[in-house]
């Protein structure tokens, strides 16, 4: 009797001790076989903490409570891609190639356009218009507009020498849900105070960038396309003189240059036409 109800008392201490280890606090803490969760997408959807401080050459003073309201509501991709394109912006006032497809498409207010993440290169404009150290960027607002499309509102203060320049701007990106990588990018942004002189000098400037930056992708594109179809148009623009069978003739093909001297001009005078808009508004 005594071995046996030793027994009982060595099975009761196990099961109080598995018991016990059963329950932590109060709260169960069992895992049964074969009903593993697996995580949901929406399990990035949390509100996400703030990101490190960063520090550039370009900008100073950062705001580091940008993605306290920040909710994604998307993939992980995408929410890690929008929280690096605040934290692009916050350093240097731009953005990395490496968070754009190849094939990337980009816009803006002062009719830059481009296609191809290797020209985030060149834009290079705020560096080379504002005084060195002098920028100030804070993030106001992150948002999700659609499952694959995010919105970053913030503004940019800097020095020029004729006076402070204050802009509110307008990120738009459209993302691929899988890769995260930006393929259509839109930007705007609005004058603080757009009577002043460092304002009305700053549309000027941007608009005469952009447009010398777009004349420079036209001759690359002519120079690529001439040099990939060399061989065919000479092939093509030779034939034999019918008097001659032994002679050949070079036929001369100017439609392509005359659309191109055409284009040239016609951007021209729109530039010039902007640029007067631009006077008269700041006036």
Same mark, same amino acid.
């Given at each position: 009797?005594?071995?046996?109800?030793? +027994? @009982?008392?060595?099975f009761?201490?196990f099961? *109080?001790?598995?018991?016990?280890?059963?329950?932590?606090?109060?709260?169960?803490?069992?895992?049964?076989?074969?009903?593993?969760?697996?995580?949901?997408? +929406?399990?990035?959807?949390?509100?996400?903490?703030?990101?490190?401080?960063?520090?550039?050459?370009?900008?100073?003073?950062?705001?580091?409570?940008?993605?306290?309201?920040?909710?994604?509501?998307?993939?992980?991709?995408?929410?890690?891609?929008?929280?690096?394109?605040?934290?692009?912006?916050?350093?240097?006032?731009?953005?990395?190639?490496?968070?754009?497809?190849?094939?990337?498409?980009y =816009?803006?207010?002062?009719?830059?356009?481009?296609?191809?993440?290797?020209?985030?290169?060149?834009?290079?404009?705020?560096r080379?218009?504002?005084?060195?150290?002098?920028?100030?960027?804070?993030?106001?607002?992150?948002?999700?507009?659609?499952?694959?499309?995010?919105?970053?509102?913030? *503004?940019?203060?800097?020095?020029?020498?004729?006076? *402070?320049?204050?802009?509110?701007?307008?990120?738009?990106?459209?993302l691929?849900?899988?890769?995260?990588?930006?393929?259509?990018?839109?930007?705007?942004?609005?004058?603080?105070?757009?009577?002043? #002189?460092?304002?009305?000098?700053?549309?000027?400037?941007?608009?005469?960038? =952009?447009?010398?930056?777009?004349?420079?992708?036209? #001759?690359?594109?002519?120079?690529?396309?001439?040099?990939? =179809?060399k061989?065919?148009?000479e092939?093509?623009?030779?034939?034999?003189?019918?008097?001659?069978?032994?002679?050949?003739?070079?036929?001369?093909?100017?439609?392509?240059?005359?659309?191109?001297?055409?284009?040239? @001009?016609?951007?021209?005078?729109? #530039?010039?036409?902007? @640029?007067? +808009?631009?006077?008269?508004?700041? #006036?």
């Amino acid at each position: 009797m005594t071995q046996t109800s030793g +027994r @009982v008392q060595g099975f009761s201490s196990f099961h *109080t001790m598995w018991k016990n280890l059963r329950t932590l606090d109060g709260v169960p803490n069992i895992c049964r076989r074969g009903t593993t969760r697996t995580p949901s997408l +929406r399990s990035n959807s949390n509100r996400t903490r703030c990101l490190p401080p960063r520090t550039s050459d370009v900008v100073e003073n950062l705001s580091e409570d940008y993605c306290d309201d920040f909710v994604c509501k998307s993939s992980p991709a995408v929410e890690q891609s929008v929280k690096q394109l605040a934290r692009d912006i916050c350093s240097t006032a731009g953005w990395s190639p490496r968070q754009f497809a190849p094939k990337v498409s980009y =816009s803006d207010k002062a009719l830059r356009r481009f296609e191809g993440n290797e020209k985030y290169s060149r834009l290079n404009f705020l560096r080379e218009f504002l005084q060195r150290g002098s920028c100030k960027v804070a993030i106001l607002k992150m948002s999700m507009l659609d499952l694959d499309t995010a919105c970053i509102e913030w *503004t940019l203060s800097g020095e020029h020498a004729l006076g *402070t320049v204050d802009l509110r701007c307008r990120s738009t990106f459209d993302l691929n849900v899988i890769t995260g990588k930006v393929e259509v990018h839109r930007e705007d942004w609005d004058f603080v105070s757009a009577a002043s #002189a460092a304002s009305a000098v700053f549309a000027v400037s941007r608009l005469t960038w =952009s447009l010398q930056e777009n004349l420079v992708d036209v #001759a690359e594109k002519v120079r690529e396309a001439a040099n990939q =179809s060399k061989e065919d148009m000479e092939s093509d623009n030779y034939f034999v003189d019918p008097m001659d069978p032994k002679k050949y003739i070079q036929q001369q093909d100017t439609d392509f240059d005359d659309a191109l001297q055409l284009g040239i @001009v016609l951007t021209l005078i729109y #530039a010039c036409v902007q @640029v007067l +808009r631009t006077i008269e508004g700041s #006036a």
